[in-house]
């Protein structure tokens, strides 16, 4: 993990000082434990998660808000402030801020949306089938979400229909069991293949 950190941190800037670092993939994917792992090799590098961003009546049209809060912010050199969605509560919380970090992680389903691409200095697409993902999502989540997870699997499909991230990821990140592999996407230059293990800790199903 730390090499990839190392490679992350040698980018030029992509979005004023920060260096902004997408990572996608289906729901269940793994994004948000693969974030986690990053961030802490990054010397815990700010991470913003998408369901932060989403709501229950805008499952993909967040991109403005992104933008307003997080994106022009960054651009300018100043730390952001995103009102985070409660999804309990189905409500907006306190201003939360986010500095400019030299590298911000942003992860989430539509990270590499087309409206991001230009203020990604990397797009990482966490390398699980649809079926595969949805399947451990659902898992995770237990029956009660059983009708959210109907509905989210049609908008995730229409979303990446539309607007596709897989095609300009940079690296691909796969699991395997001594951890993760990662390897050059379709946009990304061609280079060696990274093994990055994380021990043995629980398998990524976020």
């Not at 990821?169 to 993760?180: H, K």
């Amino acid at each position: 993990m730390h090499a990839l950190a190392t490679r992350l941190r040698r980018l030029p800037p992509s979005c004023g000082p920060v260096r902004l670092i997408g990572i996608d993939g289906h729901a269940g994917s793994g994004k948000t434990t693969f974030a986690e792992r990053l961030a802490a090799a990054l010397d815990d590098a700010p991470v913003l998660h998408l369901d932060d961003i989403a709501t229950h009546a805008e499952l993909f049209d967040w991109t403005g808000r992104l933008l307003t809060q997080v994106i022009e912010p960054f651009d300018r050199g100043e730390t952001a402030r995103f009102l985070p969605y409660d999804w309990r509560a189905r409500s907006f919380g306190a201003p939360r801020p986010l500095p400019p970090a030299p590298v911000v992680l942003v992860e989430g389903v539509g990270a590499g949306r087309r409206a991001l691409r230009p203020y990604l200095a990397r797009l990482l697409w966490l390398e699980v089938p649809n079926e595969e993902a949805w399947t451990r999502g659902r898992s995770r989540d237990g029956e009660e979400q059983r009708e959210f997870w109907a509905r989210w699997v049609a908008a995730e499909r229409r979303h990446f229909a539309e607007d596709p991230s897989r095609p300009y990821a940079d690296l691909l990140v796969r699991q395997r069991p001594e951890g993760y592999e990662v390897l050059p996407g379709p946009a990304g230059t061609s280079g060696s293949t990274l093994f990055l293990t994380h021990g043995n800790g629980p398998s990524a199903v976020c």
